[in-house]
């Protein structure tokens, strides 16, 4: 089991109805469980923090962001990181110190996108500095519930304008979801994902082999939205409760 965070188990600092006692049902029927979110404003602790102050209890090794695997993909490949991410998330890349030359990191850096941090971001990628994103999601479901920006829009104007093409380590990459799945003993076939994304969690999922990816109508699910990308949900369900009744009785077929 792949469960998303944000509008899947919580809207900002809320937990969904019923998503609590839904992941507490599928620990007790033995399914193990990864969190995979794309969230780039917070680090690794403060999630899994946030996670326990809703009442789920998350193993550091169950939760993986795309800041982590780039904080990986940095030390794999020797490169310093130029950040232009939210400054809460500035912390889990210090002291990286590549050797290699040097990386544009791209996040969701809310307020502090401005044309002066990504005019510098675009002059490390005219330089010759790698492009990596943490993710390339369009949208997401802000504090105030409605939709915002989120970091695809910005990756978008420097690949436009660097013509360079990033390396995406979130979802919807098949090695983000296979990262995933690596210490679970699962094989992909096996696995299913659960998201309020249509592209980034159910396609993508689907796109990487997984053998199940549920759509829910909870966080920034809009109607429609499960008919807008290839492959389509296997399933279009209300809410993370009504996900688990779906797997709990379809989990002999998966």
């Known amino acids: 089991m792949l469960l998303d965070l944000l509008g899947v188990v919580y809207n900002g600092d809320t937990p969904i109805a019923g998503a609590v006692s839904a992941i507490e049902r599928l620990r007790y029927a033995g399914l193990p469980l990864r969190f995979v979110s794309n969230t780039t404003r917070s680090p690794h602790k403060a999630i899994i923090a946030q996670l326990a102050a809703f009442g789920v209890e998350v193993g550091e090794e169950e939760l993986l962001t795309p800041a982590r695997a780039a904080v990986e993909w940095l030390r794999r490949h020797g490169r310093a990181p130029h950040l232009l991410v939210h400054p809460n998330l500035e912390p889990e890349f210090s ?125 920034k699910y809009r109607p429609d939205d499960e008919t807008r990308f290839n492959p389509a949900p296997t399933a279009l369900v209300d809410d993370l409760a009504a996900a688990t009744d779906w797997i709990l009785t379809n989990r002999a077929v998966v």
């Open 95 to 219: 002291g990286l110190d590549g050797a290699n030359g040097r990386a544009v990191i791209v996040g969701d850096a809310g307020e502090a996108f401005d044309h002066a941090r990504l005019n510098r971001a675009f002059r490390e990628l005219v330089a010759g500095a790698d492009f990596v994103a943490l993710a390339t999601n369009r949208t997401f479901k802000d504090a105030d519930g409605l939709l915002s920006l989120d970091t695809g829009a910005f990756v978008a104007a420097l690949e436009f304008a660097s013509g360079r093409s990033p390396v995406v380590l979130g979802k919807p990459s098949p090695d983000f979801f296979l990262s995933a799945l690596a210490n679970m003993n699962c094989s992909a076939a096996d696995a299913v994902m659960v998201g309020d994304d249509a592209e980034s969690d159910v396609a993508g999922a689907l796109r990487a082999g997984l053998g199940a990816a549920l759509l829910v109508r909870t966080g």
